[in-house]
């Protein structure tokens, strides 16, 4: 197939009709169409449409939830809560999370929420923009207690995942849009550079003996190696000791961890939300956040041809286009997305 654009509005239905065929219940199904579309309107492709055959074949084979039901308030306070998603699929429990952050936010300035036991949940940037249209700053944080990928500062052993934060912070125009994995590269685009036989872009990889090197076959091994904190080898110390933090702010407080040696591939999950009105008031900030947005963009850049942007732009310009246009698919997602819709039996979407 050669023209493989879409309109997003079918994607969305394609992707919401194959998780209620697969057994999602509509504010499941919904959650998830809507959390990997956007991480794929916003380029973040290894968290986005590919990952829609592997979240339903985690469904069909019992390993991931697929209704609201699973989901489980462990504690509602007024300003903190905690959910336990018995892996139900990832993007309905962060969402759930957000919500209830956002409503404590709007009665004291500030709501947070964990979530213990959540299917994988994707990109964290696809969360953002319905938080900072209202105005209001979402911070997520996310890691896997299953799964160790990351070595510490100096070692040779993996220890943690990528852990990313993200943050929406707005401004007069586009938000300013975060999403910084703990980690010199993530897992997928290892894997994608294993796939196409390519090296890495730089050597952050570590050999089980300790060889930092640019071949991801140095982590694919047996036993494996480890991707490099953030800063890798010279300054990995400070991505570290984010990635530490973050391990504390979900696991930890979510009391489930990899201390509890999970087997399934899934999250731990902090969400924090900021109401600016609550604080210096939300013109202030607004005026404040557009300010510095100016500086950056007037900065003189490096590469004359290359002008100076804010976290997140470049995403919001994609999806702009994509939206205006037609989203323009990778021949093996499209491929992907067929074959799941040919085993559900749902209507595949002509290309534009």
């Known amino acids: ?30 959650s998830v169409a809507t959390v990997l579309l956007e991480g794929e ?32 308030v462990v504690s509602n306070g007024p300003a903190s809560g905690l959910f336990d998603g018995h892996y139900v699929l990832g993007p309905y429990a962060v969402s759930e999370a957000l919500s209830f952050a956002a409503q404590a936010a709007a009665r004291g300035g500030v709501g947070m929420a964990v979530v213990r036991r959540a299917g994988h949940i994707g990109c964290l940037a696809a969360y953002l923009l ?16 299953a799964a160790r990928l990351v070595s510490a500062h100096g070692g040779a052993t993996p220890v943690l995942t990528p852990n990313p934060i ?34 890495l872009p730089h050597p ?26 953030l800063g890798g080898l010279e300054f990995g110390h400070k991505g570290f000791a984010l990635g530490l933090l973050v391990e504390a702010l979900t696991s930890a407080l979510a009391g ?24 210096g008031g939300l013109g202030a900030f607004i005026e404040e956040t557009g300010y510095l947005a100016q500086l950056v963009k007037a ?7 290359q002008p100076v942007r804010l976290p997140g732009h470049a995403g919001l310009e994609k999806r702009q286009h994509a939206r205006e246009h037609g989203l323009l698919l990778h021949p093996a997602v499209v491929a992907a997305l067929q074959g799941c819709a040919q085993r559900l039996g749902v209507a595949f979407p002509s290309p534009l």
């Open 41 to 72: 309107l916003l380029g973040h492709r290894t968290h986005g449409l590919n990952l829609v055959a592997r979240y339903l074949q985690g469904v069909l084979d019992g390993e991931l939830q697929a209704r609201a039901e699973a989901l489980e």
């Open 130 to 145: 319905p938080y900072t249209e209202q105005g209001l700053l979402p911070i997520l944080y996310s890691s896997d207690p």
């Open 204 to 229: 952050v990889v570590v050999s089980h003996s300790g060889e930092v090197s640019s071949d991801p076959a140095a982590f694919f091994s047996d036993p494996p190696g480890s991707i490099l904190p």
């Open 1 to 30: 197939m050669n023209n493989t654009r879409f309109a997003v509005q079918q994607l969305s239905a394609l992707v919401e009709a194959l998780f209620t065929e697969a057994g999602a219940d509509a504010p499941v199904a919904r």
């Open 299 to 305: 900065s003189t850049p490096r590469d004359p041809a």
């Open 256 to 279: 489930h961890g990899r201390k509890d040696h999970p087997e399934h591939w899934g999250a731990s999950a902090t969400v924090l939300m900021v109401d600016p009105r609550a604080f």
């Open 166 to 199: 993200a943050a929406g912070i707005p401004t007069p125009g586009l938000p300013i849009l975060l999403d910084v994995s703990m980690s010199t590269i993530t897992l997928g685009l290892l894997a994608q550079c294993r796939d196409r036989g390519e090296a």
